[in-house]
Each structure stands twice: as C-alpha cells, then as structure tokens.
C-alpha cells in the first residue's frame, strides 16, 4: 500500500512563495511518477505539474508555468511543488499522486495514489 502526505500549505500574499511537499511511503518512491492536482471550490480538479522517474521529464498547466516548479528527491522519497508570484487564482487544495505507468500523465484518473491534500489560500 502506498501512502502519500502533503504538507507545506497555507496562506500566503499575492505575489508571495509556498513550497509543497509529498511523502511517499509503502513502496519503491524511484518507481512512480509524480504528479500535483488541485481543486478549488466548485471546480473540478486539474492538472498543476508532472515529474517523471528520476526527474528526466516534467509537464505543467499553461496556468503556472514560468511560477511553479515540480522537483523530487529520490533519497528522501519526497516530491515538491515550489510555487513563486502566486495569485488569488491558485487558491485551491493541493494534491500530489503517484502513477506507476510508463508515460507522464496528465490526467487525474490515470494516477493510482493520492493524498488527502493541502489547503492553499491565496490573499489579495
């Protein structure tokens, strides 16, 4: 069983910095790819960013490419989300998931464990 645990959120400024992280525990870290979601109130989830095995590949939304950056540290079986010039915009709960596939996916329900999310509330 693996089990993922956000931590990092919080509220922050517009235009101030939040790092997310994810633990991952139960199994093989090295053998998923990663991936961050978010949800806002009365959206329905989407796609932040992607990073591959390894750290080879990375995918991110239009909406935070250039302000978020997704990185992972095999060695502590963590992954993160380093999110600069945030806006009202990203305020959300914040999701990383793990996906055991070959291919770095963006879609949420191709992804195979999730944690239970952070809140991110973005003032103006």
């Known amino acids: 069983q693996v089990q993922l645990v956000e931590s990092g959120g919080g509220l922050v400024q517009a235009g101030g910095s939040l790092r997310l992280s994810c633990a991952v525990s139960g199994r093989t870290f090295s053998n998923y790819n990663m991936g961050w979601f978010r949800q806002a109130p009365g959206k329905e989830r989407e796609f932040v960013a992607a990073?591959?095995?390894?750290?080879?590949?990375?995918a991110y939304a239009d909406s935070v490419k250039g302000r978020f950056t997704i990185s992972r540290d095999d060695a502590k079986n963590t992954a993160y989300l380093q999110m600069n010039s945030l806006n009202p915009e990203d305020t959300a709960v914040y999701y990383c998931a793990a996906d055991e596939s070959m291919m770095l996916r963006t879609t949420a329900t191709r992804y195979d464990y999730w944690g239970q999310g952070t809140q991110v509330t973005v003032s103006s």
């Open positions: 990073v591959s095995r390894r750290g080879g590949r990375t």
